[in-house]
């Protein structure tokens, strides 16, 4: 039952000038019990995987006795209550909430980071990997246990989203999926900010908005951080899905409109067939 009008004006009006929201506890425990238990199966379905597939993409000291897992790709269509929360539950009615009352799915990752180094995320923009006809787009994430500063939390650099869209390409022409080091000199890294707190706490960035995370330092604990993306339906994937999802494009509130919502910025492409996942991309 969709449910609109979640945030209060305050928080939309954060949400546009900062490019991201945090929500501390947003998510109940009732939903944290049955993600983490769909959670917990997909580590335990991992041991029997050797190498990165379309399901599993594993840090290279992955192995059975140890899980070393660094992204669920396709959660949605993993387990039914990653859907549930994705198309019915609070993340739908966030979404409409900032991008008006017509929705449309694209794709979602569950990222662990693993402990005791688990990946780095480079400084990047989501835009640029799966670019849309406009840019009313956005990912909306909740994590599914406590995460500290030591874990490699997700920080955003606040108002980002109003700048550039930053070349992800090497000087070489490459496709590296992440941010040139000349660029981010005139970027305010040091002012990001990041996403601790406590388990169910919910996070909603801007697709072009500056992100990224740094490695998982912690000894013991993963850091699942689950994410799905949402555009407004009139904004139209460019390229190929990046997955092959059975809820690819649906319409998740509202209808599919008359129109495409058209930016008179075209946003760059990336390669037409990219690697599986941005820590794929950015191994280079
Ligand atoms: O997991 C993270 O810390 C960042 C995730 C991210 O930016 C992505 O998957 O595009």
């Given at each position: 039952?969709?449910?609109?009008n979640l945030?209060?004006?305050?928080?939309?009006a954060t949400f546009?000038?900062?490019g991201?929201?945090f929500?501390?506890?947003f998510?109940?425990d009732?939903?944290?019990?049955?993600?983490?238990?769909?959670?917990?199966?997909?580590?335990?379905?991992?041991?029997?995987?050797?190498?990165?597939?379309?399901?599993?993409?594993?840090?290279?000291d992955h192995?059975v006795?140890?899980?070393?897992?660094?992204?669920?790709?396709?959660?949605?269509d993993?387990?039914?209550?990653f859907?549930?929360l994705a198309?019915?539950g609070?993340?739908?009615d966030?979404?409409?909430d900032?991008?008006?009352p017509?929705v449309k799915?694209?794709?979602?990752?569950?990222?662990?980071?693993?402990s005791d180094g688990g990946a780095?995320?480079?400084?990047?923009?989501?835009?640029?990997?799966?670019?849309?006809?406009?840019?009313?787009v956005?990912?909306?994430g909740?994590?599914?246990d406590?995460?500290?500063?030591?874990?490699?939390?997700?920080?955003?650099?606040p108002?980002s989203?109003k700048g550039p869209i930053?070349?992800h390409y090497?000087?070489?022409?490459?496709?590296?999926?992440?941010?040139?080091?000349?660029d981010?000199d005139?970027?305010?890294?040091?002012?990001?900010?990041y996403n601790?707190?406590?388990?169910?706490t919910?996070?909603?960035?801007?697709c072009r908005?500056?992100?990224?995370?740094?490695?998982?330092?912690?000894?013991?604990?993963?850091?699942?951080?689950?994410?799905f993306?949402?555009?407004k339906?009139?904004?139209?994937p460019?390229?190929?899905?990046?997955?092959?999802?059975?809820?690819?494009?649906?319409?998740v509130?509202?209808?599919?409109?008359?129109?495409?919502?058209?930016?008179?910025?075209?946003?760059?492409?990336p390669?037409?067939?990219g690697q599986?996942s941005?820590?794929?991309?950015?191994?280079i």
């Amino acid at each position: 039952m969709s449910r609109l009008n979640l945030l209060s004006t305050k928080q939309r009006a954060t949400f546009y000038c900062d490019g991201f929201l945090f929500l501390p506890r947003f998510i109940n425990d009732e939903w944290l019990t049955r993600l983490n238990n769909a959670a917990d199966r997909a580590i335990e379905d991992s041991r029997s995987v050797s190498k990165t597939n379309d399901w599993f993409d594993l840090e290279s000291d992955h192995s059975v006795e140890k899980p070393r897992l660094r992204r669920l790709m396709k959660p949605q269509d993993y387990d039914p209550v990653f859907w549930e929360l994705a198309s019915q539950g609070p993340f739908a009615d966030l979404a409409a909430d900032l991008l008006g009352p017509n929705v449309k799915f694209h794709h979602g990752k569950l990222n662990y980071k693993w402990s005791d180094g688990g990946a780095e995320v480079k400084w990047h923009q989501d835009i640029p990997f799966w670019p849309h006809t406009s840019y009313n787009v956005l990912t909306i994430g909740v994590a599914l246990d406590h995460i500290d500063e030591t874990m490699g939390p997700m920080g955003v650099i606040p108002g980002s989203h109003k700048g550039p869209i930053y070349n992800h390409y090497d000087p070489d022409g490459r496709w590296q999926g992440f941010i040139n080091d000349d660029d981010l000199d005139a970027i305010a890294t040091g002012k990001a900010r990041y996403n601790t707190g406590s388990i169910g706490t919910v996070t909603v960035h801007h697709c072009r908005a500056v992100h990224g995370s740094q490695p998982n330092l912690n000894p013991i604990k993963p850091r699942p951080l689950l994410l799905f993306a949402y555009s407004k339906a009139a904004s139209l994937p460019i390229m190929p899905y990046n997955q092959d999802s059975q809820y690819n494009g649906a319409i998740v509130r509202g209808k599919h409109p008359k129109f495409p919502e058209m930016d008179m910025e075209p946003c760059p492409l990336p390669p037409l067939k990219g690697q599986r996942s941005i820590f794929e991309s950015q191994q280079i």
